[in-house]
Structure formats: C-alpha cells, structure tokens
C-alpha cells in the first residue's frame, strides 16, 4: 500500500531553496557586466562574461 503524499507537500530541497534569496546578476549590474559586493570591509568584483558566466574576485 503506498502512502499519498498531503496537497501542501513540498521536496526538501525544493522548499530550502525558496527560503535562499535570489538576486538577478543583470540587476546587481544595472545592465552593464560588473558589480562590486563588500562583505567584512573586503571589496569582490563580480563580472559577467560575454559567455554569460559569472565571475566573483577579491
């Protein structure tokens, strides 16, 4: 006998993935290819390539 699932069930990774804020990479640049992020007083660059990649330095 299988057991049914409740309607508001959701997958683990499914519903620990919506609690993670998201943020649009085009947004962060204002529609260029760069972004500076400061964590701790530390300066990252984040670029996005013409590849569509994302690259994040220190």
């Known amino acids: 006998m299988t057991a049914?699932?409740?309607a508001d069930f959701q997958q683990p990774a499914t519903s620990v993935l919506s609690r993670i804020p998201q943020h649009d990479a085009t947004a962060l640049t204002?529609?260029?290819?760069?972004?500076?992020?400061?964590l701790?007083?530390?300066?990252y660059?984040?670029?996005?390539?013409?590849?569509?990649k994302l690259i994040l330095t220190k």
């Open 30 to 38: 204002r529609g260029g290819n760069q972004a500076l992020i400061v």
């Open 45 to 52: 660059q984040l670029r996005i390539t013409r590849a569509g």
């Open 4 to 6: 049914a699932r409740p």
């Open 40 to 43: 701790d007083e530390q300066i």
